[in-house]
């Protein structure tokens, strides 16, 4: 049997260190907390620099959507509510919400992009609920 030089035990110790990327500077404070919470579920090598782009857009729609939920919110305490006011800002809404749900996914980030088939079923079935029907 040979022996193993110390420079091959020295490159069979070594460990690469990847750093979760850092939110761009040009957004908001909002927009980065979004940023390092994504980051952070995920693993340190999921966003690769040239999904940034991708994630930073995420961020800016998550916070927008965040923002248009809370002014439906307020239309709708309103008395009488303004039904156009209200129907722009459901529009505006799902716009959003494309745009999220496209974006998740081309990141795969979405539950859909992390579930198999099997496993999604697997999870449903093991459900301690009771349906209605049952």
Known sequence: M???SAAA???QGAVAIVRRPEPPL????DQTDEWVAVASA???DWFTRETHSLLAQWCRHTCDARRIGQLVDQEMSRDPV???ALDKLLAMQARETSAMKALASAMRISQQASY??????TQKAGRAVKRPWE
């Open 2 to 4: 040979a022996r193993t």
């Open 9 to 11: 035990l020295e490159v």
């Open 26 to 29: 040009n957004l908001t404070p």
């Open 42 to 44: 995920m693993p340190a």
């Open 82 to 84: 303004d039904i156009m």
């Open 116 to 121: 198999t088939t099997q496993k999604a079923g």
